[in-house]
């Protein structure tokens, strides 16, 4: 009776071992795809955005340069394209390439 209740104990632990072994790339593939998701459903039009929202939302771009994108805006009007960012001191066309699907005008 001992050899049997041992023997259905070390079968249990071993499914429970192994389940999670068998399901952890299933687990991890759909965090991913929900990471990514989020990741490009979040955007800003940097045209009506205060500082808070353009530091918050765009990679690379802190208060002071997302300040900075406000005082150029009411100095020059709105922008046309996410590419004239980088008329902005500070805003290099690195972070405007990391922030593409991002922006919008």
Do not use: H, P
């Amino acid at each position: 009776m001992k050899a049997r209740n041992l023997f259905l104990s070390y079968v249990a632990v071993l499914a429970v071992c192994w389940s999670n072994v068998l399901f952890a790339d299933n687990v991890l593939v759909d965090n991913t795809d929900q990471v990514e998701s989020v990741q490009s459903e979040v955007i800003v039009n940097v045209n009506q955005a205060d500082a808070e929202t353009l530091a918050s939302v765009l990679t690379g771009a802190g208060i002071s340069r997302a300040q900075a994108i406000i005082a150029y805006r009411k100095k020059n009007g709105k922008f046309f394209s996410a590419e004239e960012l980088s008329a902005v001191r500070g805003i290099g066309k690195s972070t405007i390439e990391k922030n593409a699907g991002r922006i919008v005008v």
